[in-house]
């Protein structure tokens, strides 16, 4: 199951790869995202080093492109930091480059500096490396970023983390940033998609790291209610899904030596409906009207009707990397804009803004943005009444991809179609 993850994110990547060797933010893009390049870079030479399939000639384009990011002027020592540390581990040390970054390093970011002592251990300097793993990580708080490098606290500690796995792994600062990685998580996970993978990439060293010093001969079972339903050893795990559990106790013991890990995940539908709307830094609204731009009422809207959904969006500040999910009724289908059969609306587009992606499904139209602290911003879209009923209307939502303290939400309610 994880190669089979793993070689569809290979191809997704390699999808948003352009003719320079850089990768753009969105499929089908043309402009690179220099960060993205290095972070997709990175992705790929360690699938690579795992054994997955990597085409080699994209991954020497892109390898090509981190070398002309080192070559331009305008390109953040940050970028040019971990632009080395990916070439380092394909191979291609640059050595020139890794001495001039080290002579800037009081103007490096702490987790660039990290990529720095990487890049120091393949030209064999490790007095260098021990200079830097000396400063340590203070715990300091850190502004996210939700563009640019996509810097947070949780980013950093791992970044850390993972270096000391990599060069140092008896640091005494080893569990100091094991503890923080654990004390930043929220529900179980680190909130974006970037402190994911960070987290998770640093703490995997960590156990893999626990594994190989620790004896492990220890065996266990997991019990439901009064049933036995699995055994378990240090050699063979256990996996217990499909089967009823509520209301049922859930024990799991194990005897012998060693280290046993488990995980639990449970879903399930909210019984209570009802959400909670907020406006945090950003506020998205979402306002329903017919063909000649008269309010629809909610209540009585014919079948076969076209109906236009009229987004509004403003911010405190300028944000980037910004989603608007608008949820739709069940009873809705968007008017697929690009289909010549689609019926037009002349006023739709009218001050209308462009968002830089926009990914139509069949229950969401999902608006990926950079936002302005500017008045409020409009995007107009076209749906028709397919089925008769009455159907809740989720609320429309929006937020920062790598900011979750940023969001919107509005507009929960119930809609009709009639005859």
């Not at 600062?173 to 004390?183: A, D, M, N, Q, Y």
């Not at 009064?226 to 378990?232: G, I, N, R």
């Not at 409906?273 to 017919?290: A, H, S, W």
Request: hydrophobic letters at 35%.
């Amino acid at each position: 199951m994880i190669d089979g993850y793993v070689n569809d994110g290979v191809q997704r990547v390699l999808s948003m790869q352009i003719y320079s060797g850089g990768f753009a933010m969105w499929p089908g893009y043309q402009e690179p995202y220099d960060w993205g390049s290095i972070y997709a870079t990175d992705f790929l030479v360690e699938a690579d080093k795992a054994g997955y399939a990597v085409p080699q000639l994209d991954k020497k384009m892109a390898l090509d492109y981190l070398e002309k990011l080192l070559s331009k002027e305008e390109t953040p020592l940050d970028l040019k930091a971990y632009s080395c540390f990916v070439l380092s581990k394909a191979g291609r040390v640059k050595q020139s480059w890794i001495r001039r970054l080290q002579e800037k390093k009081e103007e490096l970011s702490p987790s660039s500096r990290f990529y720095l002592a990487a890049s120091l251990v393949s030209l064999g300097d490790r007095k260098a490396v021990s200079d830097i793993l000396g400063q340590g990580l203070p715990d300091e708080k850190i502004q996210r970023e939700t563009g640019g490098t996509l810097r947070s606290y949780t980013k950093e500690n791992a970044i850390a983390l993972s270096a000391y796995m990599e060069l140092e792994p008896e640091n005494a600062l080893v569990p100091v940033l094991v503890k923080r990685l654990e004390s930043s998580m929220v529900n179980g996970n680190w909130q974006t998609t970037q402190d994911n993978a960070a987290a998770l990439l640093a703490l995997g060293k960590y156990a893999r790291y626990l594994e190989d010093m620790k004896y492990s001969n220890y065996s266990g079972n997991i019990v439901v209610g009064k049933e036995t339903v699995a055994d378990f050893d240090n050699e063979h795990k256990a996996e217990v899904s499909g089967i009823d559990l509520s209301g049922k106790d859930i024990k799991i013991s194990v005897q012998g030596e060693g280290v046993a890990y488990y995980y639990w995940n449970a879903e399930g539908v909210p019984l209570e409906t009802k959400v909670k709307e907020e406006d945090k830094g950003i506020k998205v609204r979402r306002k329903l009207f017919t063909r000649d731009g008269s309010p629809v009422d909610l209540s009585k809207i014919k079948h076969g009707e076209v109906v236009i959904v009229e987004i509004s969006i403003n911010a405190d500040v300028a944000y980037s990397n910004v989603i608007v999910d608008d949820l739709l009724p069940a009873c809705f289908e968007i008017e697929n804009p690009r289909l010549a059969s689609t019926e037009k609306v002349d006023w739709i587009t009218n001050d209308s803004f462009e968002p830089d992606h926009i990914d139509i499904r069949d229950d969401r139209l999902l608006l990926f943005t950079d936002l302005p602290n500017t008045k409020d911003l409009y995007y107009r879209y076209a749906v028709r009444a397919v089925t008769k009923g009455e159907f809740e209307l989720p609320p429309i939502s929006a937020s920062c991809m790598y900011d979750p303290s940023i969001v919107s939400v509005n507009g929960q309610g119930k809609v009709k179609v009639t005859e």
